[in-house]
Structures are given as C-alpha cells and as structure tokens.
C-alpha cells in the first residue's frame, strides 16, 4: 500500500458525460500528479500540482482539468466524455517540490465510457 | 524530447530462469532513473531507483545499474519467481525540468511459469 488513495476504483459511465475522480496524497506528500494508461498511449502524464498550484501540463486534454485543494486532495475533471477517454487514471504524489524525489503511486480510477 | 524504450514483451520464462529487460533513454538532463512494477488489477508500485550515474538500484532480488555512457538502465534478476509475473516499466524523471512529470516505457509483461 503506497499511501495514496483514489476514489472510486471503476466509473462507468456515457458518452457527452462529465465526472470527477478524486485522490488523497501520502501525509506530508505537497505534490500530486495525474497520469492516464491506456492501450494505445501507454502511460502519459496529465498534468501536476505542488501545494495548490499547477506545476506542469502534460498531454492533458482541454475538456480535462484539475485542482489541488488547501487539503492537498486533488481531483480530475472529465467532461464532454468520449469513448477514447476510457483508460486507467492515476495518481501519484511526492514529498517536496517537482524533480527532487519518487513518486508514489495510487491504485487507480478505471473509466469506462459506453 | 526526453523519452525511454524497452525491449518488446512478453518475456515468457521458467521459475528459476535469470531474467533481463533492457531499458535505454534520451534525455538532456540529469534524469533519475526508476523501474516500477505493476501487478494484475493493481497500481504501480516503485521497483528500484537509482539518481546518479553507476548508481546500483535493487530492490527484492533485482537489480538495474544507472549506465550514461550507454544511457541504460537493464533491470535483472538473477532467479525469477512464478510471483514476478507482472507488466515492468521503465521511467526517467529529469530533475532539471521545474515541474518533473515521470517519462515511462511502453512496458514489458513478464510470465514466469512453473
């Protein structure tokens, strides 16, 4: 168990639809970052928070968005679903500032988009 | 770009074989290097690491040495286990970049039979 928690564990949901997928970092963890795995792309990179502020964006798309909360909890939005969102989303949170240590990573939010 | 390759799986092998997957990377930094391990319906959990170049990572019986000269970094075990069965990445994290997102390999399945 890595520390890092993620709700809910499957979501199934339409096409045109919107949802939010949730994470809880490690305790003392003030960054958190977002990656989608799928069949296709492999393993990318979304986008990353530190202590409440955007760090970096990867191939995040514009109907996805994403905050970080004075908690530190982050959540991803999804909207305007597609059925090329289906994928495994994860996250993955890390002691300090981007770049100075490992990552640990949730057990994931499988999407299904029908 | 930064970017990392693994060799194609699956790796089909007998318990007790020696195991290799190699790994190689492109990166203008000073990246970190990672292996993490990702089991049947779970999360990816951290293998080993290693920041610096010869660095020597290990973690449960693997191994995988930081290699610049030939920018690799091979993960090995030298006595697999039917419990290793499991999808392997590779990844590189640049810590010169202000907010560092994980670069993964495309991921290689290992399946140790019996």
């Known amino acids: 168990d890595s520390g890092v928690t993620q709700t809910p564990k499957h979501l199934i949901t339409a096409t045109g639809q919107r949802v939010t997928l949730r994470c809880s970092p490690r305790?003392?963890?003030?960054?958190v970052y977002w990656y989608q795995q799928s069949l296709d792309q492999g393993l990318q990179f979304l986008i990353q928070?530190?202590?409440?502020?955007?760090?970096a964006k990867g191939n995040i798309l514009e109907r996805f968005s994403a905050q970080q909360f004075p908690d530190l909890h982050s959540e991803l939005n999804l909207s305007s679903l597609e059925l090329g969102d289906s994928a495994l989303y994860f996250c993955?949170?890390?002691?300090?500032?981007?770049?100075?240590?490992?990552?640990?990573f949730g057990p994931g939010t499988r999407l299904t988009v029908l | 770009g930064d970017s990392v390759t693994q060799m194609e799986g699956p790796v089909t092998l007998s318990e007790e074989a020696c195991l290799t997957i190699n790994c190689t990377y492109t990166a203008t930094g000073y990246p970190s290097l990672f292996w993490y391990v990702q089991y049947p319906g779970e999360g990816l959990q951290l293998l080993l690491k290693a920041t610096k170049a010869d660095d020597k990572g290990s973690n449960k019986g693997f191994e995988a040495t930081y290699r610049k000269e030939t920018t690799s970094f091979h993960l090995e075990k030298g006595s697999v286990q039917v419990s290793d069965s499991a999808v392997y990445f590779c990844?590189?994290?640049?810590?010169?970049?202000?907010?560092?997102?994980?670069?993964f390999g495309k991921g290689t399945t290992l399946s140790v039979s019996s």
């Open positions: 993955a949170s890390s002691l300090g500032p981007p770049g100075t240590d490992t990552q640990y």
């Open positions: 305790s003392g963890d003030l960054s």
């Open positions: 990844a590189l994290s640049d810590r010169g970049q202000a907010g560092t997102a994980l670069i």
């Open positions: 928070y530190y202590n409440g502020e955007e760090r």
